[in-house]
């Protein structure tokens, strides 16, 4: 608990137009990580829903977080289009709001200004997500089910590392402090007192730091390869492994244990396909959301999924946004329709479901002499389920950033580090 | 498949099998065991300790030369490679290996870029499992890994074998300041890391993503969170760096070349506020020197303290602990800066050092590790056909099991802690891996991987339990209690007291036996 609310979030700079929101980021992830029936989430309004299911507790809620690895520019997924300084300062790769872009259908950012149930909107005219998202607008986001946390990362007095490496530890630990070595998703899965199954996964064929520690975890690179195979008789070799692998030992015995004692209730699971008229692409975050759409249908005592989505350290070439063929355009909007898909799929199903994702860190307010930007420290994050209330969240504006090209200066600090 | 050698046999003629160890309980249901020789140098277990860490995998051999030698005169002859076969010979037609860039740019260019990636990934693996060169080819996987390059990141995939053949394997038991060097100037980390693209001239930003790595990753480190450097040394280094690229005329294209129209002529002090090491470099002014004014930074950097300590904690953590101990690392720190940046003399304290010496069955395999071992304790035989039908199994079986080779994406290199790999997914994919195609599958006219235990020996006098617990302790150095034995045996259709003819007539319950040996837990331990 003090450990993960030590992870609180802080803020880059925007311009002053951006109002203060309500509930503190640092209460946010701390109710996230603490564990509980709760999972909190927050909107630019300040309100805050916590969704459980109260009437049915065998059921249990799934709070499937999604890793953006490589550093997520959060100024071109969720763009402060009309501040002069990011307009400034990114001069080829800048996301442009509508009105610079008359009778274009297709390439102005995507304006968050009505979110559902948030109306008017408290920032309109603040931010538009990259045009590449169009499926996140006109879905989640529209129906008020797309919250933005903005200007996410970690206070500089915690850390202020701009390494990849380091970040992304500190983020999975939900703490800073060496000598936490476990991840907050496994102990949010350690407060309850009813796991069974196959209680958390992480898609892959590694555990996501996150997810490692006391409490049960699996990796899972897919569902049909979940189980033991290869052996004349695969029931009698599992015996026999069993005897290898006591429950009761060191990490690879007990790890061995507990996957031999789980693989049943995996296999021979039903696949009714996507529902809802959902569509999966072919990427393996969309391919991931499927299989645990369908985990979460199957009812093996999930609670806690974790997926990696990687290719964001845009360093180079991000192109323009108006251009389709932009790679950065492209990542936003593969980003973006796995994320609908599955909000698709679930569909009603989704008031159990919280979809929450997380990236390491933002990137520099200033593009690079290879259009591109390097690491910086915030970025955005999303909420996503039909107990998110819609929104943007940026509770505090730091000053303007103080650049001076040409210099040593990391424009994208607040604090001067 | 000349010059593997013939040993494909599992359980063949080395008899009499002498059972090794002092586990298993089960000498004396082996027929004409004769009693151990006692070694005057280093014992057994020493020598399976160090066969497992400095090699990729210890096989029978490994550990008898141990014994017999001694663990220091081992270790020299491995450090100084003298004497030792190298696996060179099994390269042959292997072109891409020794292409310049150019020439790999047009394999790659008429289309053929898979044979790039197929020559490097089985020339890695046939090196690994069969050079008699051990301690050098797993020190060429450190180095792989610590300057570590996707090679499906943009389109440098035709200039990862350079990088390997003469950055990583050229220096891979030399000094550090060369390696380093050696990887600053190539063309696949500057692709890789940007830096061929960054300028630092007025007005332009530089790329910071190698000057970055190059301190966190390749030099200085961050150890338990705490880093020498500072944001502004990105930068600066980055500008020291600027104009480092590549060459786009013909006859040398895609080789190191320096742009100086790229270059940042700012004076730049790198780590000058902390008090410790400074290097300055003062502004440049012509128009077309600057380039030298990087290479005095690299070597600065190679010789930091940070530097020292970095390097010495990732070799302990990969050879000793997932913990490393502060008195070893600090040894090994102190060593490299007094022979200037030489990595055997390091590797030489490491391995000879109580510290090591108590450290047995810490640490677990990565799958390259748990792979390479098995191969190299069943005598698998592999063809040499980097394009066959067996090289493409074994890739794809790396790839299943998590860590296929030279595709890791991020730049710090695979991780070498059993909290990373120790898993559901990769358990699963251990254990079965019979279903995988690899060499414990199948033998198809000289395509598949050799089948052990073809010819087993053994009598009718020894039961079947007795034959599993043999090969589990001489082939797979484990140590099996008799309730495994009788497991595993039972778990193939053998009534673990019935005569070990059964099993060894019988390849299928021999394959299943040597599968769930691959899966005990002691082969996943080093």
Known sequence: MTEVSQLEMTTTQFDSSVQRGGMSRRRFLAMTGSGGAAVVAVSALGHQYAFATPGDPAQGDVLVVVFNRGGMDGLNVVAPYRMPTYQALRPTIRVKPPEELPGSADGAGLPLDSGGAVAPFSLSGVFGLNPGMTSLHAGPWSNGHLAVVHAAGMPASESATRSHFEAQRNWEAGSARLDVTDGFLNRHLEAFSDLSGVSAIGRGSTLQAMLRGTAPAFAMSSISSFGLRGFHDNKSAATALSTMYPSTGDLLSTVGADTLSV??????????????????????????????????RANVGLRAVVLDDGGWDSHTGMGSPEDTDSSFRNRTAEFSDALTAFYTDLGAAMDEVTVVTVSEFGRTINENSSGGTDHGRATAMFVMGRNVNGGVSVTSHPRSPTVRRGTWSSPTTSDGS | MAGIGATAALTAACAPPPVRGSQGGQEDQVPNA??????????????????????FGATHDDVQRIESMGAAAWLDQQLSRSGLASAENLLGGYVTLTNTNEQNYHVKDEGESDRIVEELDHATLLRAVYSEQQLYEVMCDFWTNHFNIWRFADWLVHLKTRDNETVIRKHALGKFSDLLMASAKSPAMLVYLDNYQSSGTPGEQVNENYGRELLELHTLGIVDGAQAYSEADVVGVAKVLSGWGISWDAGSMHDFQFHHWHHSREAVSILGEHGRALHVRTGVTTTSTGWPTASPLIRFLAHHKSTARYLATKLVRRFVSDTPPASLVQRLASIYLANDTAIAPMLRELFLSKEFGASANQKVKRPVDWMFSALRATGAVIPTDARGKAAKDLRSALGALGQPLNERTSPDGWPDVAAYWVGSDGMLKRWGVRRLPCPFHRQRSGE???????????????????????????????????????????????????????????????????????????FHRR
Not at chain 1, 269 to 279: E, K, M
Not at chain 2, 34 to 55: C, D, F, I, K, N
Not at chain 2, 498 to 511: C, D, H, P, Y
Request: glycine share 12%.
């Open chain 2, 448 to 522: 598949g991987v050799g089948e052990p235990g073809s010819s087993p020996a053994t009598t009718a006098s020894a039961s079947n339990a007795a034959l599993v617990t043999w090969l589990g302790t001489n082939r797979f150095g484990l140590s099996m209690s008799s309730a495994e034995a009788a497991a595993i045996c039972t778990a193939v259709g053998a009534a673990p007291s019935g005569a070990a003819t059964q099993i060894a007539s019988e390849t299928k319950k021999l394959q299943g036996c040597v599968g769930l040996l691959l899966a005990h837990p002691g």
């Open chain 2, 34 to 55: 004769p009693p151990p020789t006692p070694q005057p140098g280093t014992s057994l277990e020493a020598a399976q300790h160090l066969a497992r860490r400095a090699t």
């Open chain 1, 263 to 296: 693989t049943s209730l995996v296999s021979g699971i039903p696949d009714p396909g996507p529902q809802n008229g959902a569509t999966y692409t072919w990427d393996g975050l969309a391919q991931g959301l499927r299989e645990t759409a369908r985990l979460i």
